[in-house]
């Protein structure tokens, strides 16, 4: 480096100015530092990303060969394998049929609910629905004793029904729940005596109880003011508004009402519950037949209950 002593031509003599080179040449600066510092952190974390990977690699390695050797060595199914169907409850075993000579069986367990037992090609003959718990388990096994009563009867009002193999085994189930039905109403009565308070059944069940224990029975109505008796048949329920339901009997009279061999009679269960439904049953008597004639129709308003007539086709 040679130094110039240079004097201005209006000054005297200087102190001597060494000259200074460019940024560029220069061979460090602070940009030059902080690049330096960047690159050796990315150098460290890349390291330690390194590392990090292959101890995660290697302990899962580790565990998975632990896995296996649990899996080989334990006696226990694996986790994916389905669930056994769980058992049915201990007091409520599905009934076999194939020991009982005909396909249905009386399972009341509790003298609050009568039921009964059916196969499901006898609930399917009549044409009863399927339907589940509030658990959501379906109970095929136990049917309403009412409700199938009901079905049976309807069965063989049914003129489509006439001369078909299954009827006489649709009469023995009917004749088997109109039996149990009695015996219901008896133990209701001998319960209740002395307490005339004390309700043994809750009164839709007693309604339905003596309407099953009839069917085929003698039963007076009164029509238009007058007593009418006759045989019920068949009996249909329909609900109503405010817990409410409405009985439809059906009836053969043995004098034609309006020219009509049935009738049915309508009635509501609360006028039924208060006494005002206009309705004696008789003795009970198996007087089962099918009557084919044209259906029409007619209906009549009286105080507590309407009549509608109405013959079977």
């Not at 039905?181 to 009164?203: H, I, K, V």
């Not at 329909?238 to 439809?248: G, H, P, Q, S, V």
């Amino acid at each position: 480096m040679s130094i110039n002593f240079t004097s201005p031509p209006s000054q005297g003599t200087q102190r001597p100015r060494i000259p200074i080179p460019p940024e560029s040449q220069m061979p460090f600066t602070s940009d030059s530092h902080s690049i330096v510092i960047i690159i050796c952190v990315q150098a460290v974390i890349s390291t330690a990303a390194l590392v990090y990977s292959t101890i995660a690699l290697r302990n899962l390695s580790r565990s998975r060969l632990h896995l296996r050797k649990r899996a080989s060595q334990s006696p226990t199914k694996p986790c994916n394998q389905p669930l056994p169907p769980p058992s049915p409850p201990v007091d409520s075993p599905p009934v076999s049929f194939e020991r009982n000579k005909f396909s249905f069986k009386n399972t009341t367990e509790e003298p609050y609910r009568p039921t009964m037992a059916l196969s499901e090609r006898l609930w399917a003959l009549i044409k009863g629905p399927y339907w589940e718990t509030d658990c959501g388990i379906s109970t095929p096994w136990k049917r309403d004793l009412c409700d199938t009563a009901r079905l049976a009867a309807m069965f063989l009002c049914d003129p489509d029904n006439k001369g078909r193999c299954e009827v006489p085994e649709v009469e023995k189930l009917l004749k088997e729940t109109t039996s149990i039905a009695d015996d219901c109403l008896a133990t209701m009565e001998r319960m209740s005596m002395g307490n005339p308070n004390r309700c043994y059944f809750t009164p839709d069940v007693v309604r339905h109880l003596q309407l099953v224990r009839s069917l085929g029975g003698s039963i007076s109505v009164e029509v238009g003011g007058e007593t009418r008796k006759g045989v019920l048949k068949s009996y249909d329920i329909r609900d109503l508004a405010d817990k409410e339901n409405e009985y439809m009997l059906r009836i053969q009279v043995e004098e034609l009402v309006d020219g009509l061999p049935i009738i049915d009679y309508i009635v509501k269960s609360r006028e039924w519950h208060q006494g005002s439904y206009g309705i004696s049953f008789l003795e009970a008597e198996s007087t089962w037949s099918f009557v084919s004639s044209e259906r029409t129709e007619s209906s009549t308003a009286l105080v507590f209950v309407v009549i509608k007539a109405a013959a079977i086709a």
